[in-house]
């Protein structure tokens, strides 16, 4: 069961299956309302444990990386919440539009981030991000 535990494509399609089967049980009841909360919370979740990896961490670790990396995840998901907000079969407006202007605050405080080059980011210059980070697991749990 542990062969595969750092192969990113085995890990990656364990991933894509169990989504796959969310989505196909969720739409068997009428929930996929519920589905866009499900995203969310899962790549927060993962997020926030990868904050705490940073604790003690040094940029030479490549844990500061890995969460500054998490911006390009971050502008998916806001493109995914924006697509959701825009659908005719939204029934969760407030709620996904509250979600997004969160995921969009993020993004900002990433956006504010200069790395000169071949510099690593690093526990100063993702302190907000991680702030931000925490509070909106905070929000989901």
Same mark, same amino acid.
């Given at each position: 069961? *542990?062969?595969?535990?750092?192969?990113?494509?085995?890990? #990656? !399609? +364990?991933?894509?299956?169990? *989504?796959?089967?969310?989505?196909?049980?969720?739409?068997?009841?009428?929930?996929?309302? /519920?589905?866009?909360? +499900? /995203?969310?919370?899962?790549?927060?979740? #993962? /997020?926030? +444990?990868?904050? *705490?990896?940073?604790?003690?961490?040094?940029?030479?670790?490549?844990? *500061?990386?890995?969460?500054?990396?998490? !911006?390009?995840?971050?502008?998916?998901? +806001?493109?995914?919440?924006?697509?959701?907000?825009? #659908?005719?079969?939204?029934? $969760? !407006?407030?709620?996904?539009?509250?979600?997004?202007?969160?995921?969009? =605050?993020?993004?900002?405080?990433?956006?504010?981030?200069?790395?000169?080059?071949? =510099?690593?980011?690093?526990?100063? !210059?993702?302190? $907000?991000?991680?702030?931000?980070?925490?509070?909106?697991?905070? =929000?989901? /749990?």
């Amino acid at each position: 069961a *542990y062969d595969n535990i750092d192969n990113n494509d085995t890990l #990656s !399609k +364990i991933a894509s299956n169990a *989504y796959h089967k969310t989505c196909t049980n969720l739409e068997k009841s009428n929930r996929e309302n /519920v589905l866009p909360f +499900i /995203v969310l919370g899962s790549w927060v979740e #993962s /997020v926030y +444990i990868l904050t *705490y990896a940073c604790a003690g961490s040094e940029p030479e670790d490549g844990i *500061y990386e890995e969460l500054y990396a998490q !911006k390009r995840h971050l502008e998916g998901l +806001i493109a995914y919440f924006s697509d959701i907000l825009n #659908s005719e079969n939204n029934t $969760e !407006k407030e709620e996904i539009k509250s979600k997004l202007l969160k995921l969009k =605050e993020l993004k900002s405080e990433y956006d504010k981030i200069e790395l000169l080059e071949n =510099e690593k980011p690093n526990a100063e !210059k993702l302190k $907000e991000v991680i702030i931000l980070i925490q509070e909106l697991r905070a =929000e989901l /749990v």
